[in-house]
């Protein structure tokens, strides 16, 4: 039996990548989420798992894959990277931010253009209007054990990961201390002009924000945040540029974004978990009804809700969603379980407020 050994290679392991031998003679960069043990001989097997059986990743292995994206850029090239190293099969990325990424596929499916094999994206009223365009082709991935919510819209698409969505901070600008340590705290009148915020309508990570603001901080904490006369930005990234810059002292922020900030680029940013709630949302992953590449893209699916998929989204600061996998630790602080009861995430009985939530922003906001 063929047994090739790899150790993660994520940017985030900087200078502790390291070469190794591996049982095939090929090298391997040591990473957060250890060692996996690939076998190759009959299918595609990761630490013990199936992946994809033999007939499945033989035409597989001589396949490449175009992927859309609206998951933050730093994360998806990460586990692309990975991905490719355990799989051996490459993927070319287009990352957009979730609006503007359903306005292109929209564009092309009308087109009959769509040229992506899978597309991937927070906010589940786009991906549920792609099921009503027919943009997706049905795929159900091995069950995980006690998982729910996994399989959507009759196996259109799947949830596969869990951001989280928290504030962070200019570590030159804002001392630990000095930091707010609740969402409640930014409304605090010494942060007016020192404050951002990706603009409310970009995706599913503002949606909930938007929504957990409305919900569970009350109807007036969005015009008490417009209050303080915030910089608005396209998105989080974006938005975290500027506080790395010291161009704003604070922002809404993802911890995955700031951790990759502050190891890659030795970013002076900090994020916050906030005794008020940390905000989680839903991507989601499918394959195009278009796609000339379906063995390689079902391959690609198996690996996002394997064991080894999942504990790589942990290993970039997000929330996995296999009950087995424990919570991420970010830069050194571990976040809330998501049954902690200091974590919020969106329900489905929530989506039908969103759009009124996203008018709510815009006027306040003056967007």
């Known amino acids: 039996m063929k047994s090739t050994k790899r150790m993660v290679g994520l940017a985030l392991t900087l200078a502790m990548t390291v070469a190794v031998a591996a049982c095939g003679g090929e090298q391997g960069s040591s990473g957060i989420v250890g060692e996996a043990e690939i076998e190759t001989a009959n299918g595609l097997v990761i630490n013990g798992e199936e992946i994809a059986p033999a007939e499945l990743f033989e035409t597989a292995k001589g396949q490449s894959l175009q992927l859309y994206s609206g998951y933050p850029e730093a994360n998806e090239k990460e586990f692309l990277k990975q991905f490719t190293a355990d799989t051996g099969i490459e993927v070319s990325l287009v990352r957009l931010q979730p609006n503007r990424l359903s306005e292109r596929v929209l564009s092309e499916v009308g087109a009959g253009q769509l040229a992506a094999d899978v597309l991937r994206t927070s906010d589940f009223r786009i991906v549920d209007s792609w099921s009503d365009a027919g943009v997706w082709q049905k795929y159900e991935t091995p069950p995980i054990e006690g998982a729910t919510e996994i399989s959507l819209n009759d196996g259109d698409f799947t949830r596969t990961l869990a951001p989280a969505y928290s504030f962070g901070y200019n570590t030159n600008l804002v001392t630990a201390e000095e930091a707010p340590k609740s969402w409640a705290d930014l409304t605090d009148p010494k942060w007016k002009g020192r404050i951002g915020i990706a603009q409310g309508g970009g995706g599913g990570g503002t949606a909930a924000i938007n929504r957990f603001w409305e919900s569970q901080m009350g109807p007036d904490y969005m015009g008490k945040y417009a209050a303080h006369e915030p910089t608005i930005y396209e998105g989080v990234g974006p938005e975290l540029t500027a506080i790395a810059r010291g161009e704003i002292a604070v922002g809404t922020a993802t911890p995955a974004g700031v951790a990759i900030a502050a ?40 690996y996002n809700m394997s064991k080894r998929g999942q504990e790589i989204f942990v290993s970039l600061g997000d929330y996995s969603v296999d009950p087995a996998v424990e919570p991420p630790t970010v830069l050194d602080v571990q976040m809330p379980a998501l049954d902690s009861g200091n974590v919020y995430r969106p329900s489905v009985a929530d989506i039908e407020h969103m759009d009124a939530d996203v008018r709510k922003w815009t006027e306040l906001f003056g967007y």
Do not use: W
């Open 263 to 302: 190891i890659n680029d030795q970013a002076p940013v900090m994020f916050v978990v906030p005794e008020d709630g940390m905000v989680t949302f839903d991507v989601y992953t499918g394959i195009t009804s278009t796609t000339k590449n379906l063995e390689a893209a079902k391959v690609f699916l198996n």
